[in-house]
């Protein structure tokens, strides 16, 4: 490649060396000459010079009318071209404009010799980048053999069916959700509250609490698949680009097959991510709609069933004025029989002078959150001999500390019917509330 570039610029130094040797007149080249010369031409880069020399007869080529551009020249071809130019044409006759040409020539072939250097070398590094460039393409082929094997797409849809699994389930909860009723029905009034009303709503809302956070794991388990199958894809990706090493150039065409499928999956795992971060979304509004359901429920059960239970045993402290007596008081009761009225009996044990006695009454409640407030109308009737009948008007007030523990605070008034041998007494007391 490079030895023509040496035989061109061996000549034209030869020519421009001559002009000052001789004053010799030459002869012109034909037509026909020149276009041979030209046709093999080494490159366009000498396409002017040569048509300079040729047509000023410096060189007329082989008898065969070849002119061997490309072949090494001859010591013997060399003193041919010198004898001509020395003995036999007029070179002084040069013009400026021609030997500027010739002078370009020189100096372009000269750089261009400069630029090769060493040319064993740079072909051997060449050879070396060859080398390296054809173990790149081997192994991005075996990395496209690799990833056929690989189990990606395995993965992906599998991937694809448990997302359809968990989208089924949300489906079905969300189904189930709606069919739930929007506010709490009141309990009747005047009717006790049914505990087993709640039963199915209770257990419904249990189980969709424990799809919820069964979803939950599988959501998050999804997210842990999804994150290892980009990163393997990440992994597959780098390999293929790099090739298994640092590659010195790029290969002149490399097959894409390989980074084919891998693009494919990438846009699948892309699809499944999109349904991923989806379920996601809807999982979050199932969480909200559940928890608006577990608080209709709360709703429901303390309508039905309100923190106080309707039977109760009481014990309390009482002291009664104006005899400043001391009793210790049990009751019996049930405060929702009819409603909001209620019965209840009594038993006071004086532990001073004052007869025991034994007491019935009627009793009607109202609620305030967690407290309820009564009054009731009754008599009863002194164990002592002879018994005094009296009758009763209570009010008190029940705190209730829990479903089945309260505290109440109760006063009473007494007048008794036995011909004014009783005077009438009031009495306040305090005590626990045990509710069944």
């Known amino acids: 490649m490079h030895k023509p570039a040496i035989r061109v610029l061996l000549v034209l130094a030869l020519a421009l060396g001559a002009v000052a040797f001789a004053q010799i007149q030459t002869g012109q080249a034909s037509p026909d000459q020149v276009r041979r010369a030209l046709e093999e031409a080494p490159g366009p880069w000498a396409s002017e010079a040569i048509e300079l020399v040729v047509s000023q007869g410096l060189y007329i080529g082989y008898p065969d009318g070849s002119f061997g551009w490309r072949n090494e020249i001859t010591r013997a071809e060399f003193a041919v071209v010198l004898a001509r130019l020395i003995s036999v044409y007029g070179l002084d006759r040069f013009d400026a404009d021609e030997l500027d040409v010739l002078r370009n020539a020189v100096d372009e072939l000269r750089g261009e010799l400069g630029q090769l250097g060493d040319i064993p070398a740079t072909l051997e590094a060449h050879e070396q980048e060859l080398a390296e460039l054809r173990d790149a393409i081997a192994a991005l082929e075996s990395m496209g053999m690799a990833f056929e094997q690989a189990d990606v797409s395995a993965d992906a849809q599998q991937l694809s069916d448990r997302l359809t699994a968990v989208e089924a389930a949300l489906d079905e909860i969300r189904a189930s959700l709606s069919a739930q009723p929007v506010e709490p029905a009141p309990a009747p009034s005047g009717e006790p509250a049914d505990p087993t009303a709640l039963a199915g709503l209770e257990e419904r ?192 007030v029940n705190l209730r500390v829990a479903r089945n523990l309260g505290m109440y605070f109760e006063g009473r008034y007494r007048p008794f019917f036995d011909g004014g041998t009783t005077p009438a007494s009031s009495g306040f007391g305090a005590g626990l509330s045990l509710r069944f």
């Open 205 to 396: 809302l249990a189980a969709l609490e424990s799809e919820r956070a069964g979803l939950g794991d599988e959501t998050a388990a999804l997210r842990a698949a999804q994150q290892s199958l980009e990163a393997r894809l990440a992994q597959l990706e780098e390999r293929a680009q790099n090739g298994g090493g640092e590659v010195v150039a790029p290969p002149p065409a490399v097959d894409t097959s390989a980074t084919a499928g891998l693009d494919e999956l990438r846009g699948r795992v892309e699809q499944l991510e999109s349904r991923l971060q989806s379920v996601e979304d809807e999982l979050t509004v199932v969480r909200g709609e559940i928890d608006r359901h577990a608080e209709r429920v709360r709703r429901i059960e303390q309508s039905l069933l309100p923190d106080r239970a309707a039977f109760y045993v009481n014990v309390a402290m009482f002291g009664t004025d104006p005899d400043f007596d001391l009793f210790a008081k049990a009751t019996l009761g049930h405060d929702s029989l009819i409603g909001a009225v209620g019965a209840r009996v009594s038993f006071e044990y004086s532990l001073g002078a004052a007869p025991h006695n034994v007491s019935a009454a009627l009793t009607y409640r109202t609620s305030f959150g967690s407290t309820d407030g009564y009054f009731g109308l009754g008599g009863g009737v002194t164990l002592d001999d002879p018994m005094a009948p009296f009758g009763e008007i209570l009010a008190g």
